[in-house]
């Protein structure tokens, strides 16, 4: 079992910042690829940025040049750091890790006000 706890989501201005952090515990060996997805209310959970064990990156073309994954195995950890946020990155945010099984975490609220 993995279990996944986000933190860093609340309430920004448009074109401000915000740090969203993830931490893995248990079985956290068996964790491949790490990301982050969304989901806006109405609309489906969506990829918005994945990175892998060796560091390989790939992001959604909407946050492309504004947010930043990265990841420490050593302490578990994957971050996104997002930069010049738009109202449409209004979603609730959920950490994934790509393991034996799919795990999710409980999410976490961002707000981006016009």
């Known amino acids: 079992q993995v279990q996944l706890v986000e933190s860093g989501g609340g309430l920004v201005q448009a074109g401000g910042s915000l740090r969203l952090s993830c931490a893995a515990s248990g079985i956290t060996f068996s964790i491949n690829a790490m990301a982050w997805y969304r989901q806006a209310p109405g609309k489906q959970r969506e990829l918005v940025a994945r990175?892998?064990?060796?560091?390989?990156?790939n992001y959604a073309d909407s946050v492309k040049g504004r947010f930043t994954i990265s990841r420490d195995n050593a302490k578990n950890t994957v971050s996104l750091q997002m930069s010049s946020l738009k109202p449409e990155d209004t979603a609730v945010y959920y950490c994934?890790?790509?393991?034996?099984?799919?795990?999710w975490g409980q999410g976490t609220q961002v707000i981006v006000s016009s």
């Open positions: 990175i892998t064990r060796g560091g390989r990156v």
């Open positions: 994934h890790a790509d393991s034996i099984q799919d795990y």
